[in-house]
């Protein structure tokens, strides 16, 4: 993708230049929605001509795209700036795939299956961790491996989300050292997320390992370089919540903050 050609002129890709949220309005899955919606329409709008639709990113952005259906090209020939660049493209159906398919869902029988399960009434609470008298009430014990695991689902905290991190018994309580997950610049909802003590107080942690395929769903950050090394923040994969932990690059352990979940049955 090196410059931009009309669809008279024989073009074939639709280029999306940037997405923006107000940041009021920022880690609330709006950006992922919006990208959804321009998509869908774009399916059902967009000349037969177009194949496709293209944009660079930088590398932290990457993930974003991945989620509303782009695919990695590779890295663009771009030059803007001293950072690289990556192209991203998401591939449209032919007209004559889309002709092809199965009538338009019902609008009410699309709403219930869009409907989050959390949200559902036969579905239990969320509750939040200040909520249990104890840690010991969110534990069970783990005779596979002598410790304490998760008793509930962990799930995302916030209202509307819910959506499940782990299902109960996948990660061990730890009792370790905090970590500084929030940026000044960026501070999380305090509403939402629960302030965490100051390096070198300790703190309650759910540690899953070996790697990522344990979660349900986990979303993870670009680089970060702190005074405890080298991590990458852990989030909502569905809405950005986050942090809600962090990894620390080139390990296998995965550290959740059991204060930034909800749990559920």
């Not at 192209?87 to 199965?102: F, H, T, V």
């Not at 939040?128 to 410790?147: A, E, M």
């Amino acid at each position: 993708m090196k410059e931009h050609v009309s669809v008279s002129n024989g073009g074939k890709a639709v280029v999306i230049h940037s997405v923006c949220v107000h940041p009021d309005y920022r880690k609330k899955g709006v950006a992922i929605a919006l990208l959804r919606e321009y998509l869908t329409r774009l399916e059902k709008d967009a000349p037969p001509e177009i194949e496709s639709v293209r944009l660079i990113c930088h590398e932290e952005m990457m993930e974003l795209y991945r989620k509303a259906g782009f695919d990695l090209v590779g890295k663009s020939p771009v030059v803007h700036g001293p950072r690289e660049w990556y192209e991203m493209k998401y591939n449209l159906p032919s007209k004559g795939d889309a002709a092809q398919r199965q009538p338009e869902i019902p609008p009410e029988v699309l709403a219930a299956l869009l409907k989050p399960s959390s949200a559902s009434g036969n579905a239990p609470a969320a509750r939040r961790f200040t909520s249990f008298p104890s840690i010991q009430d969110l534990v069970t014990d783990d005779s596979s491996s002598g410790g304490q695991s998760n008793k509930y689902k962990l799930v995302c905290p916030r209202e509307g989300c819910r959506s499940v991190i782990l299902l109960p018994g996948v990660a061990k309580l730890v009792e370790a050292a905090a970590v500084e997950l929030d940026s000044p610049k960026d501070p999380p909802p305090p509403n939402v997320l629960a302030p965490l003590p100051s390096p070198p107080e300790t703190m309650e942690w759910w540690l899953v390992t070996p790697n990522p395929m344990r979660f349900e769903n986990i979303g993870f950050s670009k680089t970060v370089h702190t005074p405890g090394g080298i991590l990458k923040m852990l989030s909502c994969a569905d809405c950005d919540l986050g942090p809600l932990g962090y990894s620390e690059v080139r390990t296998t352990e995965f550290w959740v903050a059991c204060s930034r979940v909800a749990y559920r049955e």
